[in-house]
């Protein structure tokens, strides 16, 4: 027992602190961020709020109710856009994009549609 939260099991409190699922992927995003030089200091406010909404989306998915659900539905869109703000789109679809177009060709017909293409 601890003397913070009585009543609490030491195995449930350590299961609540322990980092989920979101915390952990994100965490490795920022690292590669960092690594990837894409991250720079002005990002620390977002990495804090992303890191705290991380863990908003952990705290719910241990504990699903109502309370929690509303939750998960509000803060999935500010989340998604502060890693896009962070530049962090493999934290947002950690499949392999799209590669780019090799040629005019290969750009969708809409797209042509609608921006023209290119004159020589």
């Not at 200091?41 to 991380?54: C, N, T």
Request: charge should be negative; aromatic fraction near 4%.
């Amino acid at each position: 027992m601890t003397d913070a939260l009585p009543g609490m099991e030491e195995e449930t409190l350590a299961a609540l602190t322990k980092p989920g699922q979101a915390e952990e992927g994100l965490r490795r995003a920022i690292a590669a961020g960092w690594a990837a030089g894409t991250l720079v200091d002005e990002d620390a406010g977002l990495i804090g709020s992303a890191l705290v909404g991380a863990r908003a989306l952990d705290a719910a998915d241990r504990t699903p109710n109502a309370k929690t659900g509303y939750l998960v539905a509000a803060l999935l869109t500010p989340y998604r856009e502060t890693l896009a703000a962070l530049r962090l789109p493999a934290a947002v679809t950690p499949s392999d994009p799209r590669a780019p177009a090799a040629s005019q060709t290969d750009t969708p017909d809409w797209l042509r549609d609608a921006f023209g293409t290119p004159s020589d």
